[in-house]
């Protein structure tokens, strides 16, 4: 069924041409995520198909009494109501029920005015959506009902927003960067939530995991024409190498009948007849495509930063801590060359501090921290850069250097860093402030890579970054040579770039795991499984005493069953250690990873399952 029809809408600014022409449906139950580099107008597609802006041509159909949602990057809540009256002052017919009993609870002396609402509740199941909504405020760390909205952080607020959007129950729900300010945990659940609910979805994001596992269809907007494919995140990817490969192909054949033409027009005489202005005609349309050309977004750089010394960076007994919120506890650690660190924890347990503690931005309580005297830090921050008013995009990156050194005597300018992060030459002399938030983001990324460092911090570095940058981001990263300590819930980000895990839990506790995030999820998972198991031991031992009393023996079948389960046990575990070993190759993709993650969860469960029948049979067999 179809819910919204978009035909050729347009949007640009002065000279400057976002997209046109651009068309695309909209079915029921669908997840489509929309995918382009910052500054293509995915914000402004989002704004016209919600109603929050209009297009400069065409239309957009809606199916009468469509009810749509919008959550937008930075949403607007009055800030006077608490946020439980923000919820409640949602559309949702439901939510206006339990909007009147709460209030009848505050006036104990209208007890008509509370019987009604007590029936409504009744009447029309509210009690349970009323569980549901305080669940959802729950899972994204919004249980503080009574707090007000002018009250929360700008991460709150967002995390607020997508509450009330979800409990809308919108026809059609419009996403833009939905996981922005979520932590891992509230990713994950939002991803589950979406996966089971029957919902239709258009949202913008960067998150790889995200794309894969809730979208089945992606619209990809690049150089202003629309590519549509109908799958997931991996789809998307083998699509878009095939139709590139069509592409470079006619591209090829382009070329050769350009020059077949140029050659015909050079030798044609004067006189124009009908025929020949055609063919004229259609040689300007082939010199077009021969001419079009697709930029490559690789980053392949040796950089020769300053070299490292043995000390690098080192804490002795450090703690640190906001009143009664522990942060550090005498924690101590040794930084060595090539560390490549990721961070992970829920919002509040002190991973920005960290890193403000690493570079000396934030006084320790006690304890001391030691700093290496080659050390020069890049420490790239949640609070962006600070812009002059009238400053170009070239000017800014020249403030803080002009190049930056190579191997072999060769360098890399700053235009050719900014060229390399997708600003290309027209681009770079123009104003920061007509940039994108993305495009902010990815020049403030800019300023300090050309300052060369060889201990590089980032927090948060892939929030409104889009697809290609993070790409080229990454490869820049997987070249850099020095120390890097990275903050990020961008998991398919964390699992290509790092090699171990500072998880904050806190209270001051902070586990150092040897793996990835993906890596650590199995793991976690597994201990879940292991303490669920541990639980129910008692209970399954009670049924095994429970037959071992009863003297019975095992019949045919049942013997013929313990003989191939320990086939089967023995089977299952060499599968089990094949793939375990499996993680240890640093050459996966994110894809790969989580693709190995399932596949031993499955054969752990099957050993699992086998390895509990098979102690049942021994009990038996051994009376």
């Not at 004067?270 to 050309?293: G, L």
């Not at 790239?380 to 400053?391: C, F, L």
């Not at 300590?485 to 839990?505: A, G, N, P, Q, T």
Request: aromatic residues 10%.
């Amino acid at each position: 069924m179809n819910l919204m029809t978009v035909e050729n809408i347009a949007k640009s600014y002065g000279e400057l041409v976002l997209f046109s022409n651009i068309s695309f449906g909209i079915n029921k139950g669908q997840k489509i995520a929309l995918v382009a580099k910052n500054g293509s107008g995915k914000t402004s597609i989002l704004n016209i198909i919600s109603g929050k802006d209009v297009s400069e041509t065409g239309k957009v159909t809606v199916r009468k009494g469509l009810k749509i949602a919008f959550l937008e990057q930075d949403p607007h809540i009055d800030p006077n109501w608490t946020v439980e009256e923000s919820v409640l002052s949602s559309e949702n017919p439901i939510l206006k029920i339990i909007a009147a009993y709460e209030n009848a609870l505050q006036n104990p002396d209208a007890p008509e005015k509370y019987q009604n609402a007590f029936e409504a509740m009744e009447r029309n199941n509210a009690w349970d959506f009323e569980t549901q909504y305080k669940q959802i405020l729950f899972k994204l760390h919004l249980s503080d009902l009574k707090m007000k909205v002018g009250a929360l952080s700008g991460g709150q607020k967002k995390r607020l927003a997508l509450a009330n959007a979800l409990l809308n129950k919108p026809d059609v729900l419009i996403l833009d960067e939905p996981t922005n300010h979520l932590d891992l945990d509230m990713i994950e659940w939002l991803e589950a939530y979406f996966t089971k609910e029957n919902l239709t979805l258009f949202m913008v994001t960067h998150d790889r995991y995200f794309l894969e596992r809730v979208c089945n269809g992606i619209l990809e907007l690049d150089n202003r024409q629309l590519y549509s494919y109908h799958g997931n995140y991996s789809y998307y990817l083998r699509e878009k190498e095939a139709r590139q490969v069509r592409e470079a192909v006619e591209q090829h054949k382009n070329k050769i009948l350009f020059k077949k033409e140029l050659d015909w027009m050079r030798r044609q005489p004067k006189a124009r007849t009908t025929k020949s202005k055609s063919r004229i005609d259609d040689f300007q349309e082939i010199k077009q495509k021969a001419k079009k050309r697709r930029e490559a977004h690789e980053v392949q750089l040796e950089i020769n930063m300053e070299r490292l010394g043995n000390k690098i960076l080192e804490l002795h007994n450090v703690s640190k801590s906001f009143g009664d919120r522990v942060i550090l506890d005498k924690f101590s650690y040794n930084f060595i060359k090539g560390e490549r660190l990721g961070i992970i924890g829920q919002n509040g347990t002190g991973k920005s501090t960290f890193l403000n503690i690493l570079t000396q931005n934030e006084n320790l309580d006690t304890g001391k921290l030691v700093v290496g005297e080659t050390v020069t830090f890049g420490y790239y921050t949640q609070s962006g850069i600070s812009i002059k008013e009238g400053q170009k995009v070239i000017e800014v990156i020249r403030e803080f250097g002009d190049y930056i050194p190579l191997k072999k005597g060769k360098q890399i300018s700053a235009q050719q860093l900014l060229e390399r992060f997708l600003f290309d030459r027209k681009k770079q002399y123009d104003y920061v402030e007509k940039l994108s938030g993305g495009e902010r983001k990815r020049l403030y990324l800019c300023t300090i890579l050309i300052q060369n460092p060889n201990f590089l911090i980032l927090d948060e570095p892939t929030n409104d970054l889009d697809i290609v940058t993070l790409n080229v981001l990454e490869n820049f990263l997987l070249d850099f040579p020095g120390c890097l300590v990275i903050v990020s819930h961008d998991r398919y980000f964390m699992d290509k770039i790092v090699d171990h895990l500072f998880i904050f839990e806190g209270d001051g506790t902070i586990e150092d795991f040897p793996g990835n995030y993906s890596d650590y999820r199995v793991y976690e998972n597994s201990r879940i499984q292991e303490g669920r198991k541990n639980r129910d031991s008692k209970e399954k031992g009670e049924k095994i005493n429970s037959r071992q009393r009863d003297g019975r023996k095992l019949s045919y079948q049942e013997q013929r069953e313990y003989k191939q389960l320990e086939k089967d046990i023995q089977k299952l575990e060499g599968e089990k250690e094949a793939l375990q070993n499996k993680f240890s190759n640093t050459e996966l993709t994110g894809d790969e990873i989580a693709g190995l993650s399932i596949e031993l969860k499955t054969v752990s469960d099957a050993l699992e399952q086998k390895t509990e029948r098979w102690f049942e049979l021994s009990a038996i067999l051994e009376e």
